[in-house]
């Protein structure tokens, strides 16, 4: 079974870059059946997506983020991560990493990480 933990920092300073690490395990990343993504939920608001890596290592980001996000891969220790730069208070949210699966019908997103805390605040 498939497993996701996030980590990292759960506060960042307004103007600093937000980074958190996904750890893997159960299944490999760079195996050709899944994307990988990042989640977020603002307090009393609705889920929204972030970008994602493929199995080969591109990038796909919302449009709304893109000036601001970056996701990357470390395939030895198979995680990837999150970076997103200039943070505001706005971007205070839970953030989950998640597994789509590509051999599933609708490209499900099968596999969530538990989600961790991060605020934005001086």
């Known amino acids: 079974q498939v497993q996701l933990q996030e980590s990292g920092p759960g506060l960042v300073k307004p103007s600093q870059t937000l980074s958190l690490t996904c750890t893997v395990s159960?299944?490999?990343?760079?195996?050709?059946?899944?994307?990988w993504s990042w989640i977020r939920q603002p307090p009393g608001k609705g889920l929204e997506w972030m970008g994602a890596?493929?199995?080969?290592?591109?990038?796909y980001y919302s449009p709304s983020l893109k000036s601001r996000t970056s996701i990357s891969r470390d395939t030895s220790k198979n995680q990837f991560t999150l970076q997103l730069t200039s943070v505001t208070p706005e971007d205070t949210a839970v953030y989950y990493c998640?597994?789509?699966?590509?051999?599933?019908?609708?490209?499900?997103?099968?596999?969530w990480g538990q989600g961790t805390q991060v605020t934005v605040s001086l």
């Open positions: 998640v597994r789509r699966a590509l051999s599933r019908p609708g490209y499900e997103y099968d596999y």
């Open positions: 159960g299944g490999s990343i760079t195996t050709n059946n899944a994307y």
């Open positions: 890596i493929t199995y080969s290592g591109s990038t």
